[in-house]
């Protein structure tokens, strides 16, 4: 065998252990008992000084010293694994094991605490995981920027400071539309009761009709809607609100979104590290364009009204147009994965500065929850009510990743670029739309982008669907203007 052939045969069996360990993580969201935590913080704790040896292994240099690669995919293989080998090792197995205890057994303490509404119980365990993260941080830097390192986990090539330049030209546009549209008439909120046990079942088919595999997945509950796995085993969780129907509907296009992006790659590349999504803004482009350009669109929203009467019977909306202004309604809220399309990024924008200066050591963790509340009331112009609905939010900070909220908008932004060339390319799509198909659109966004993976690097991978247009945030905010203009009149 070639150095190659060597190098990709230990991969594959490094990428089936770390799907081992996405399992477990799934199972702890989903199945796991309470009871189970501690015990589990010591099995992903193990596995993970397993993967950190294999990833660190000193072969790994060897092959990748003398390995040539056959193909372009060789190519794009032999500088993912490059990229994870040198971060690798620049991670002390030690350290790497704490922080996957530590942040198993943080999850449930953050689980708890939300719950609870108590803050308190959660800080002591959150100033470990941001101890140990600005120690891994400083690790991968070597020098650098910590926060910067910490980026490239999910979103290769990023930097703060050209995200930082982005949102800022996200921000007083999105700002004046939200006031243009608030300042209108809104539609009244549902009063009803929607039985959840429907809910699942109109949920399952919606995932169907956005083409989820079921035999390669499943849909179950959690207190955090999420996608875990790649290839041949992909699983979405979402949620049920009796009296809000759309949290467990949108939550479950969004998490199909990320699905069919695993399920849609390529099987030549089923356990590789071309076999998963290429950054985490490239994967929330998927599941907002399926989320929010297809799945809240006026023509799906007219299918979609039809649905929910025939299974809910008569919910109080008169008519398809209320419907789509329903769906679309701007409200004051609380919580980021419910937020509208216009205030959705001024969710994310607060999180990506806090957490900025949380790494930076300009703010304490025991200042966090003031310094949220403070912000979440200057840019949303009402004050955070308990815990839950501010600071205990969220479960990345609990599980340690730092750096990742940034691309939720970059996803946006993505989602912007991708759905002008898909409309452009697709211009009978509301008529397929209209009927409940969005096969059309899936398809293209499978040929164009998914199917590929990690072949090319991020931007490269939209600039690819777009027809070698760069990203920017110039479409997203004419979409954004567009839409909601229209809706306010």
């Known amino acids: 065998m070639s150095a190659y ?6 991969q594959r069996e490094t990428e089936a252990l770390s799907a081992v360990m996405g399992r477990l993580g799934w199972d702890q969201e989903t199945m796991m008992p309470r009871g189970a935590a501690p015990q589990r913080g010591e099995e992903m704790a193990a596995l993970e000084g397993v993967l ?7 072969r790994i240099g060897e092959w990748l010293s003398n390995a040539q690669a056959p193909d372009e995919a060789g190519k794009a293989q032999l500088r993912l694994i490059t990229m994870s080998y040198e971060r690798a090792q620049k991670v002390p197995a030690d350290l790497a094991q704490a922080l996957a205890k530590l942040t198993s057994a943080s999850q449930g303490i953050w689980a708890e605490a939300r719950e609870n509404e108590d803050v308190a119980a959660f800080l002591p365990t959150l100033k470990e995981v941001v101890a140990l993260k600005r120690e891994e941080g400083a690790a991968l830097a070597a020098g650098g920027d910590v926060y910067d390192a910490m980026l490239q986990d999910y979103e290769p090539g990023a930097s703060a400071e050209s995200l930082s330049d982005m949102f800022a030209a996200l921000r007083p546009r999105l700002t004046a539309l939200r006031e243009q549209v608030m300042a209108t008439e809104q539609p009244a909120d549902l009063d009803f009761d929607f039985d959840e046990g429907k809910q699942m079942k109109l949920t399952r088919k919606l ?51 990320h699905a069919c992006y695993e399920q849609g790659i390529s099987d030549a590349y089923l356990l590789t590290p071309v076999g998963g999504g290429v950054s985490m803004g490239v994967h929330e482009s998927q599941s907002r364009i399926y989320e929010n350009q297809l799945g809240r669109s006026r023509a799906f929203c007219g299918y979609l009204y039809g649905q929910m009467r025939d299974v809910f019977g008569d ?4 008519d398809e147009d209320t419907f789509y ?3 679309n309604k701007l409200r004051q809220g609380f919580i980021r994965t419910e937020a509208d399309e216009v205030q959705y990024n001024l969710h994310v924008l607060l999180r990506f500065d806090l957490e900025r200066a949380l ?5 304490a963790v025991d200042d966090l929850e003031a310094a949220w509340n403070d912000r979440f009331k200057a840019d949303f112009g009402f004050a955070v009510d308990k815990p839950s609905n501010g600071v205990l939010q969220d479960v990345h900070w609990s599980v340690g990743l730092f750096g990742y909220f940034a691309t939720y908008s970059l996803g946006n932004v993505y989602a912007g670029c ?24 899936t398809e293209w966004l499978n040929e164009a982008l998914q199917r590929h993976g990690g072949l090319r690097e991020p931007r490269a991978t939209i600039a690819h669907a777009c027809s070698g247009i760069e990203p920017s945030e110039g479409p997203l905010l004419a979409y954004l203007e567009a839409k909601f203009g229209r809706i306010a009149g």
């Open 5 to 10: 052939d060597d190098l990709m045969a230990h």
């Open 418 to 441: 991708l759905n002008e060339a898909m409309r452009s390319d697709l211009p009978n799509l509301d008529e397929a739309l209209a009927q409940g198909d969005p096969s059309s659109a």
């Open 359 to 363: 790494i930076a050591g300009d703010l």
């Open 52 to 58: 950190h040896a294999r990833r660190t292994d000193a």
């Open 207 to 257: 995932a169907k009709t956005f083409g989820y595999d079921m035999s390669h997945g499943r849909v179950d509950k959690a207190v955090h809607p999420f996608s875990s796995g790649s290839g041949q085993d992909v699983r979405i969780t979402t949620r049920t609100s009796a009296r809000d129907p759309f949290n467990c509907i949108y939550s479950t296009i969004h998490e199909v979104g």
């Open 315 to 318: 919910f109080g909306v008169a």
């Open 325 to 327: 202004r329903t769906v």
